[in-house]
């Protein structure tokens, strides 16, 4: 099997970098200097028409595209999937915003957009994210049992703090994110702790969600390779550390880390991660963009 990981970067994570603020086009030049293989828009910061414009970036610098969206209605999804093919996005993320408190009455919205994203051939996943319709851990994997169509985008640090989970997990758990790892065709980094959604990644009493986190990743890798080993789709790992209120600030206002430093050391461990998972399967041969 010859499979390929591709790592990405959020252009929301270059938000706030450099002060002044860097035009559209220069965090693009940065993102491809620094060798990343795609960028992500994310119709949660930007408007579409925002949204439109980044699309001649997309073919001057040879980026691949990806796209988040919060879709209120099943209708809602439409336009987003129509700007995904033109940035030839391999699948788009929804955030979903309609949210029923049952799970019964959430199953048809989950069948709705994969309904919408058929009829438009492009693929969507589902992020593990709060505030939308998997805001819930344990709702999530009652909507897996529901939907078999139903593909995840694994940002694992919203059910941390959804569920102020103990490092390391109980037990019942882990075996909640193992359902969801198994099921999840793209990744997120962000490292979490219960009570804090982005954590600094070198500060020593952080080391122990970092372990966690990249555990995480190099099983959800493993199960994602053995569920691809007869095909060609690409594996996306996006590196999305936000701006403030996201990232933590002093007194003075100013990021207690190198946020750009720590988008690179994401970047990294993935695509270490990917190479562990390509060693342990033996006769396969693994590309690292």
Same mark, same amino acid.
């Given at each position: ?30 993102? %491809? #200097? ?40 099943? $209708?809602?999804?439409?336009?987003? @999937? ?28 989950? $069948?709705?957009? @994969? ?28 909507? @897996? ?18 569920? $102020? ?16 790892? $198994? ?20 500060? *020593? ?8 986190? %990249? ?27 936000? *701006? ?22 994401? #970047?990294?461990?993935? %695509? ?18």
């Amino acid at each position: 099997m010859s499979g390929r990981l591709q790592v990405y970067q959020a252009l929301w994570a270059m938000d706030k970098l450099v002060s002044p603020e860097s035009s559209t086009a220069e965090k693009f030049d940065r993102v %491809r #200097a620094a060798g990343f293989d795609g960028m992500a828009i994310d119709l949660g910061a930007l408007t579409m028409e925002e949204a439109e414009a980044t699309v001649p970036h997309f073919a001057r610098t040879g980026l691949l595209g990806g796209l988040t969206v919060f879709p209120k209605t099943v $209708e809602a999804l439409r336009p987003a @999937l129509a700007l995904a093919h033109r940035i030839e996005a391999p699948f788009v993320v929804v955030i979903g915003q309609e949210m029923p408190i049952k799970v019964a009455d959430m199953i048809p919205a989950i $069948e709705g957009w @994969l309904r919408v994203a058929e009829e438009e051939g492009m693929p969507i996943q589902f992020e593990t994210h709060r505030n939308c319709i998997t805001n819930d851990l344990f709702a999530t994997v009652q909507l @897996l049992d529901a939907v078999p169509a139903m593909r995840m985008a694994a940002d694992l640090s919203h059910y941390v703090v959804d569920r $102020e989970m103990p490092c390391p997990p109980t037990p019942e758990l882990q075996a909640l994110i193992t359902q969801v790892l $198994e099921r999840s065709d793209s990744f997120q980094g962000r490292v979490a702790a219960r009570g804090q959604i982005q954590l600094q990644l070198d500060f *020593p009493q952080n080391a122990k969600w970092v372990t966690l986190f %990249r555990s995480w990743w190099r099983e959800g890798f493993a199960a994602w390779h053995a569920r691809h080993a007869d095909d060609d789709l690409p594996l996306v790992f996006l590196s999305e550390l936000g *701006p403030p209120d996201y990232a933590i600030t002093g007194a003075d206002g100013r990021e207690l880390s190198d946020r750009w430093t720590e988008a690179l050391t994401l #970047a990294q461990w993935a %695509r270490d991660i990917w190479r562990d998972v390509a060693a342990a399967s033996v006769g396969d041969t693994i590309q690292v963009a």
